[in-house]
């Protein structure tokens, strides 16, 4: 775990600025986009390989992959102190086996490279995972595992919320309402970018990106978590 704890002292000192994140030089202008490999942007129905699609469908957007990942960030988005980032979103039939999740970044997500990374991630078998990423150093925070409150995906389009909260020295990974993991954070408390993992070969419609404040205080955590 002792990568982690330097991973989020790395992201407090490497943090993006609203200039840094307002540079971008192609896709859609209100967020930031950086793929794994070259590939086409398409809005349309027609989707072949080496395309990725982007389009807005209100509530929300529709975003599908092809060859390659992406990882996507609203602008001018930093979040600090206390704070959640809860996303639903509604997984398409025929999904990869590739994960999809939250991931907060330091740095300018626009780079190719990104910054410190910090990933909670789900597949559509329903299984969970946290990993940690600086340069080209990656470390599994908590390998792959099963949640019995997660069913694997069973052919139609499905919603998920997904959640990551940061409070107590932990950030928590909660989801359809069920917390399924935690990674301690050592009390750093860093300005951070959240936003968005997609894999390879998935077909997901995002209705809510929702940046959370929580007023209230903390709830203990149980014994030994996290």
């Known amino acids: 775990m002792r990568l982690a704890l ?60 092809t060859d390659q990942g992406v990882s996507t960030f609203p602008r001018d988005v930093m979040v600090q102190g206390r704070w959640g980032i809860e996303v639903e979103l509604f997984l398409f039939p025929k999904p990869s086996d590739e994960p999809f999740g939250i991931v907060v970044e330091s740095n300018d997500p626009s780079g190719p490279d990104g910054g410190a990374a910090l990933r909670f991630l789900m597949r559509q078998d329903g299984m969970v995972s946290a990993t940690a990423r600086h340069g080209n150093t990656e470390q599994v925070l908590v390998p792959w595992k099963r949640d019995s409150t997660i069913a694997a995906h069973k052919g139609g389009v499905e919603r998920h919320v ?3 909260l940061h409070e107590s020295g932990t950030l928590a990974f909660s989801v359809d309402g069920t917390e399924v993991l935690a990674v301690p954070t050592g009390g750093a408390n860093p300005r951070a970018v959240p936003g968005l993992r997609v894999g390879p070969g998935l077909n997901l419609h995002i209705s809510r990106f929702d940046v959370i404040t929580p007023l209230a205080p903390p709830r203990p955590r149980p014994s030994g978590a996290g």
């Open 6 to 65: 330097r991973l989020v002292a790395c992201l407090a000192l490497t943090v993006p600025t609203p200039a840094l994140l307002s540079a971008q030089d192609a896709g859609p202008s209100d967020w930031i986009h950086r793929l794994d490999g070259p590939q086409r942007l398409v809005t349309g129905d027609s989707v072949r390989a080496g395309d990725w699609l982007y389009t807005r469908m209100p509530p929300g957007w529709h975003l599908t992959t």
């Open 162 to 164: 997904l959640r990551v």
